[in-house]
């Protein structure tokens, strides 16, 4: 029972990624044949929203509920992560899916997006067990 709010916020984030289209294969596909602004436009909102909440963490010092400061680490360039996200991208141009809209497909109904939420958690295990040995 301790966790229901973070279920309730999660059924709550599920029904505005399905009513924004973020979930919609066509939508997705629009996006990566450079057809139409939507998802860009979801995503370079969140951008923003993201950059304005960091600014606001940052020139605060805002604490979380436990009162321990909030620390966002400096990130450093690192080749794995351009790799990684070409592969990320080829794979949501190819099923049309990814980690956030994943469960909100498969909860609307969209059954065969469960063979993508398999191998992500197959990769998502590999991963887990070769990441020692990746350069």
């Known amino acids: 029972m301790k966790y229901i709010k973070y279920f309730i916020v999660g059924c709550f984030f599920g029904i505005i990624l399905v009513r924004s289209q973020v979930i919609s294969w066509f939508r997705i596909q629009e996006m990566f044949r450079l057809q139409s602004f939507h998802m860009y436009g979801i ?8 950059m304005v909440s960091i600014f606001i963490l940052r020139r605060f010092s805002v604490k979380t509920i436990s009162g321990e400061p909030i620390t966002i680490p400096k990130k450093v360039f ?8 070409l592969i990320f991208g080829l794979g ?9 809209p994943l469960f909100a497909q498969v909860g609307s109904g969209f059954l065969v997006v469960g063979v993508t939420l398999l191998s992500a958690i197959a990769g998502t295990w590999v991963y887990g067990k070769v990441k020692d040995r990746l350069p």
Do not use: F, Q, R
């Open 78 to 85: 690192h080749w794995g992560n351009i790799y990684g996200g």
């Open 43 to 50: 995503i370079g909102s969140a951008i923003v929203v993201a």
């Open 92 to 100: 949501w141009a190819l099923t049309g899916a990814c980690p956030g």
